[in-house]
């Protein structure tokens, strides 16, 4: 059976709901009641309090649920790529406060950015970016979880620049967490000229999406399986991924591949057509 987990970022608008929203203690339930899944990836913005009494009472949810903790996407932490020496080390020390989080939920990795908006080739922005990651690195064998990067712009949406943070940090507890979906395109322009020079001669921009999970894929952790809009036959008309599959798995991937839905539509019937279409393609295989 392919290992499919649920992305919380997939079910964002529930959780930033003003009037009612989805409470973080109650996603592993609504995860297997509503989906079928039985492995989450959680956010943290979407937690209510990082105390030992809350993660306990997650865990629990999660426990009573049937559902695997697997994950977590961290944002709000600054900018690691700062040129700014004392906002750096702020965005370090923002990160380190969520690896006693993971070590007490049992997560296997959780992700930060790498900042850089607006910096994407930007060489002294990288170096400063490899050394933030060199002390988290070391932090995360300290808590035995992995820190993960994400294609995740900034930095990160030139998938060379993830690689070399990764190879020259050189740890076993850094990795990458590809996602089928945040790569430069027509859509973000600006990003998309920043990382062209960057392209080797033969690869086209449309194509950047497919060389950049092959850079990555040898690295995963985890995988963000995004997904938009589908078509009378359940594929994704956006993104081949049927494609993107195949290049992480034949890297040797063997995690969660994390559903993270992040179209126009409803959640559940793009949760349920993401899950699908993955579950064909996986089993397939």
């Known amino acids: 059976m392919p290992k499919i987990s649920l992305a919380g970022w997939s079910l964002h608008r529930r959780f930033l709901n003003q ?11 609504v995860a297997k009641d509503e989906f079928g899944i039985d492995a989450i990836e959680l956010n943290n913005v979407f937690f209510e309090s990082t105390e030992e009494a809350y993660l306990s009472q997650l865990k629990q949810a999660a426990a009573e649920a049937g559902v695997a903790l697997v994950g977590m996407a961290v944002d709000r932490t600054g900018d690691p790529s700062s040129l700014d020496e004392s906002q750096r080390k702020e965005s370090v020390a923002a990160a380190r406060q969520w690896f006693p989080v993971a070590k007490s939920l049992g ?73 089928f979906g ?10 998309l000229e920043a990382v062209k020079p960057a392209l080797p001669e033969g690869v086209a921009p449309e194509e950047l999406r497919y060389w950049g999970l092959e850079l990555m894929a040898p690295y995963a952790v985890g995988v963000h399986a995004k997904m938009y809009e589908f078509d009378e036959r359940g594929n994704d ?34 949760v349920v057509k993401s899950k699908e279409l993955l579950e064909r393609l996986l089993g397939a295989a």
Do not use: Q
């Open 19 to 29: 009037e009612s929203p989805l409470k973080l203690l109650d996603f592993p339930r």
């Open 182 to 191: 945040n790569f430069p395109d027509e859509r973000r322009p600006e990003v």
């Open 237 to 270: 008309t956006r993104i081949d991924v049927a494609r993107c599959v195949e290049i992480i798995r034949g890297a040797g991937f063997d995690g969660y591949w994390g559903i993270e839905f992040e179209g126009a539509g409803d959640d559940h019937e793009g």
């Open 107 to 179: 997560l296997p990795f959780f992700r930060i950015n790498t900042g850089g908006h607006g910096r994407e080739s930007d060489p002294e922005s990288l170096k400063r970016c490899i050394e933030s990651f060199k002390e988290l690195a070391r932090e995360a064998e300290d808590y035995g979880v992995k820190l993960v990067i994400e294609n995740h712009w900034g930095i990160s949406a030139n998938p060379l620049n993830i690689v070399r943070i990764v190879e020259e940090v050189g740890s076993p507890y850094l990795g990458t967490l590809p996602d």
